[in-house]
């Protein structure tokens, strides 16, 4: 049976119209065969929550700097809020889901990460290990995993912080997932001239970033797509979500849209 992961991030999540097609389209590739597992980010739900708090939202090469009480939110909004609202809605078209974050079942286990020049940016972490278990129970009952993007410090037994991306990357390459689709607001990447590009090898990802053109949350993007590669992810796209029906072409019907990210 075909296992896919699909990363939503909180761009698109926040776009009500566009989660709920999104939410349709997974029903339909559940009600097809496709085992699926769910990624989901909330920056924009995050950053909105710390606004209301009266707390700066601070950012270092396209990471969230991420201090205790930024910490503490992230965790409250994204293991909380936004995944306990997509079991919701799944329910509503017949899906049965399960929201977890990165440490049930100790998952998804993480360390410290610093930024590309060596900046301290607090409780953000990059996944160390994985244990598909969990995941793998889930599935074999018919329940649809929900993931947030937060895992347990593999020492400290802290919640970290972990870029929606490379959590996505983690997820796909520990539970053996033959695709991996980020869904984006953006669509694609895009080159010099700002046209989408169909298709990337490593070499043209790393000199993208090298030269600036991959900026912003593009940089980690693509850099948890290296590492799915390593990784042996078999298929990874970067799509864009105002694609009508964009899960059910990539997924079911391997239409070549968004781009390729491939050895």
């Known amino acids: 049976m075909s296992r896919a992961v699909i990363k939503l991030g909180g761009s698109v999540l926040s776009d009500t119209g566009l989660r709920a097609s999104l939410v349709a389209q997974i029903a339909v590739l559940r009600g097809r065969g496709v085992e699926l ?3 989901h980010g909330g920056g924009k739900q995050i ?3 710390l606004a209301r708090l009266h707390i700066e939202s601070r950012f270092h090469d396209g990471l969230r700097v991420t201090d205790e009480r930024t910490r503490d939110v992230a965790q409250m909004v994204l293991a909380g809020k936004i995944g306990k609202d997509l079991v919701a809605e799944l329910s509503r078209v017949g899906v ?3 929201s977890l974050a990165g440490g049930d079942g100790l998952s998804f286990l993480a360390e410290r990460q610093r930024g590309e020049d060596g900046a301290d940016l607090g409780y953000v972490g990059r996944v ?16 649809l995993p929900i993931i947030a993007c937060i895992a347990l410090g593999a020492v400290d037994g802290e919640y970290y ?10 997820v796909a390459a520990g539970c053996g997932a033959n695709d991996l689709i980020l869904v984006t607001d953006v669509g694609g990447v ?5 046209a989408q590009i169909a298709s990337l090898g490593r070499s043209r990802i790393n000199e993208l ?4 053109v991959a900026n912003g949350g593009m940089r980690p993007k693509l850099r948890a797509c290296l590492e799915a590669l390593v ?33």
């Open 96 to 98: 049965k889901s399960a």
């Open 209 to 212: 970033l090298a030269n600036g």
């Open 37 to 39: 597992v769910l990624v």
């Open 47 to 49: 950053a909105s929550m």
């Open 231 to 263: 990784a042996g992810v078999g298929r990874i796209r970067i799509v864009g979500a105002q694609v009508e029906n964009i899960l059910v072409r990539v997924i079911l019907e391997g239409e070549p849209l968004g781009t390729l990210i491939a050895e």
């Open 128 to 143: 160390v290990s994985s244990q598909s278990s969990l995941i793998d129970a889930l599935l074999a009952i018919d329940v």
């Open 190 to 194: 895009r080159d010099e001239r700002g």
């Open 161 to 170: 912080n972990i870029n929606g991306d490379h959590m996505a990357s983690a």
